[in-house]
Each structure stands twice: as C-alpha cells, then as structure tokens.
C-alpha cells in the first residue's frame, strides 16, 4: 500500500493495566508531569487498553484514538488528568470488540465534544472496525471460569456521533499517513490464537480461536522505519509485524507497543519462540503493554534490554 511516511508520531497511553508514577523518562518514553494535587485527580490503571496517537504529516498535525479502555470512564478520566484535548480527534480504531478494549467508546466520544458543542449535533467521527467486533464473546477456562466479553452496541455507537466504517481489508487513513490492517493473515506454525476463545454465531456460542476482528495500526515514521500500534496481538505479533512489512514495503521496525497477548498458561509457552522471532525483527524500541504478561515483560527485557521500555498509564512516547 501507497503509506506515506511522516515527520514523527506521539503515542500517549490513556489505559493499560499498570501505573507507575515513579517511572524514570528514557529516550521515547515521557512519564507524564504531575503538580503537587496528582492525588485529587490519580490515574486510573485497568485490565484494558487505550492510546491517543498525534501525528505530524508534512507540518500538519492529526490526532486519533486507538481502542478506548474497558471501563466507560477510565480513558475519559485519564485525559482529564492529563489536561488531553480530544476535542481535535480525527478518526478512531478499535482493535477488536472485546470489551476491554471498546468499554469506553461511547463515553470517549463525549469527551472529543467538549470543547466543540456548536458541532455537536452534526461532528460524525469515524469508527473503523471489523464486523466481527459486534459478536458476543467468552472465554472458558480450564478451572471453570468463564469470562463473558459483551459486543459493542451498533445503535449506540451511531447515536454517539460515531460513522462506522466496517472493513475486513486494510485501509489508509489521513492523508494515507496510517494503515488499519483490517485481518491479519496467520503465517507461521506457532501463533495459533485464542483456543479457549467462543463467539456467538448464528444465537450459539462456538469456538472462534482466530478472532479475525483483530487488527492493528502502521505508522512509518521517516528515516527510522515502522511503529506497530496493537491492542491484543491475537493475530500473534510475529504474523502482525510481518504483514505490517508487507503492506508497507518498509523493513525497519522502530517501535512496536501495545498488547502481545502472552499471558497465562495457553500463551506462557510461545515466550521464547515469540522472542527469538523478535530479535529478528530487530524492532528499535519494544512496548509490551496490557495482555503481555509479567512473565513476557520479563524475558524480553532479559533478551532485548536495549530496545525494551516498561509501560504505565500517562506516558507519551514521542518517535
């Protein structure tokens, strides 16, 4: 696809399951700046996912929102206490439907309206996702548990100030600056999916271990190479990074961030193959935020130190 590269990009992290504030800056990662009443107003850190993304096309700067969090409040929240504008907002991509990841797109999109009411009632934002993301969803697990993940409501979205632009194909977004993957092919021998995974097909629950809805977001940042947005990875971040250097023509991976999904004991096995895959990839800086799993964060900061930054809720990575 025609992607246009792009002077830089800022990925500012709204949700993700941990908050450190007392995380030191590196060279891409700025934790945010707190004055002396952080407390009254805390970030919030949830079993979720949400990043607003500002890019700067040829002097011009455009801003989106990738996925929005689990809990209704939680990004809104967030970009309160962070002092975000949303209002300027462009375009928004859901990873896929699970909850954690589209709990919050209702309530977001009131905030993109705040400080534009006269535009209220006619502002129609884009919301580029997959039609699988309105199925219902569970997860079985082997002690018992079920962990059920309800779809994303149509009328609600579209009542939001939401235009829905279902797509199973990539696409090019703002100024062909951004790629959605839309599907992502599964290529290698090992990134299986989600075997404990069930849709709703047809009023009945059945297996659904792909989860085709998964989809990510490409930046090519120029003179470095590509930024790989993801919410989940359940596509497997190998295939993902993989189609993302097809689709682009680019081979350089300068940032991979977001979920790789290598939590647990179904995923805890692909640690090292995941790894080793990695390390050929050669990605500048990795991210691994939300599903990665403490025991994934921990090998690859073992294997890849120099590329490797812990995540928290705040912080604006600046590629």
């Known amino acids: 696809m025609p992607l246009k590269d792009i002077e830089s990009a800022e990925v500012r992290c709204l949700v993700d399951n941990n908050v450190d504030i007392l995380l030191p ?15 009254l107003h805390p970030l919030i850190a949830e ?6 993304v500002k890019l700067d096309v040829k002097g011009t700067e455009h801003r989106l929102l990738f996925d929005s969090g689990l809990d209704p409040l939680a990004a809104s929240h967030n970009a309160g206490a962070l002092d975000l504008d949303l209002s300027y907002c462009e375009l928004v991509i859901s990873s896929h439907g699970h909850i954690d990841h ?4 209702v309530n977001i999109r009131s905030k993109m309206d705040e400080k534009k009411q006269e535009q209220k009632q006619n502002r129609q934002i884009p919301l580029v996702l997959h039609e699988d993301a309105f199925r219902n969803r569970l997860v079985k697990f082997q002690d018992g548990r079920i962990i059920n993940l309800p779809a994303p409501n149509r009328s609600d979205l579209i009542q939001a100030g939401y235009n829905l632009v279902e797509k199973q194909s990539q696409s090019l977004w703002i100024e062909d600056s951004i790629v959605v993957t839309g599907e992502i092919p599964r290529t290698n021998d090992f990134e299986k999916g989600f075997p404990n995974h069930y849709s709703e ?37 190998i295939n993902i990074v993989k189609y993302a250097k097809e689709l682009s023509g680019e081979d350089r991976i300068y940032a991979i961030i977001g979920g790789l999904h290598l939590t647990g004991g179904v995923f805890e096995p692909l640690i090292p193959r995941t790894i080793n895959e990695l390390e050929q990839l050669k990605p500048k800086f990795i991210v691994p935020c939300h599903c990665s799993g ?12 120099n590329a490797f930054i812990q995540n928290s809720v705040g912080t604006n990575y600046i590629f």
């Open 25 to 39: 800056n590196t060279k891409i990662a700025y934790r945010p700046s707190l004055d002396e009443n952080w407390f």
């Open 102 to 105: 589209a709990g919050g797109l």
């Open 294 to 305: 403490l025991k994934a964060m921990t090998e690859i900061a073992k294997a890849m130190p």
């Open 47 to 52: 079993h979720g996912f949400c990043a607003a």
């Open 201 to 237: 097909i047809d009023g009945k629950m059945e297996n659904d271990p792909l989860i085709r809805d998964d989809q990510s977001a490409i930046l090519n940042i120029k003179d470095k190479g590509l930024v790989v947005i993801t919410g989940c990875a359940h596509a497997g971040i």
